[in-house]
């Protein structure tokens, strides 16, 4: 089992950054693959960015490439999601998710433990 915590959500103006953090608990962290996703209401909820368990692999969503960083600190148990240049479009909530496999994986359902998201708004 796997337990997540979210924070570092709030409100920001358009163009300014918020760091989301993820704080895992309850397992061996450094072998969990870690991903950040988001929702918003009454739609799918979007592949955002993952870190494998090294830190050595990245993907990001076409969405937020160049603006997002993944990053992640075993010692800690801790995985960081740095958000740059939001845009109001970026106002939905975030989700932490960790699945126990080397691999990159993208899709949502293939991720067994969630947080309870933290909410983050971008005014324009």
């Known amino acids: 089992q796997v337990q997540l915590v979210e924070s570092g959500g709030g409100l920001v103006q358009a163009g300014g950054s918020l760091r989301l953090s993820c704080v895992a608990s309850g397992s061996t962290f450094s072998s969990v693959l870690m991903g950040w996703f988001r929702q918003a209401p009454r739609k799918e909820r979007e592949f955002v960015a993952a870190i494998t368990w090294s830190g050595g692999s990245t993907a990001y969503s076409a969405s937020v490439k160049g603006r997002f960083t993944i990053s992640r600190d075993n010692a800690k148990n801790t995985v960081y999601l740095q958000m740059n240049s939001l845009k109001p479009e970026d106002t939905t909530v975030y989700y932490c998710?960790?699945?126990?496999?080397?691999?990159?994986?993208?899709?949502?359902?293939?991720?067994?433990?969630w947080g309870q998201g933290t909410q983050v708004t971008v005014s324009s």
């Open positions: 998710a960790a699945q126990r496999t080397f691999i990159l994986i993208i899709r949502p359902g293939e991720y067994a433990y």
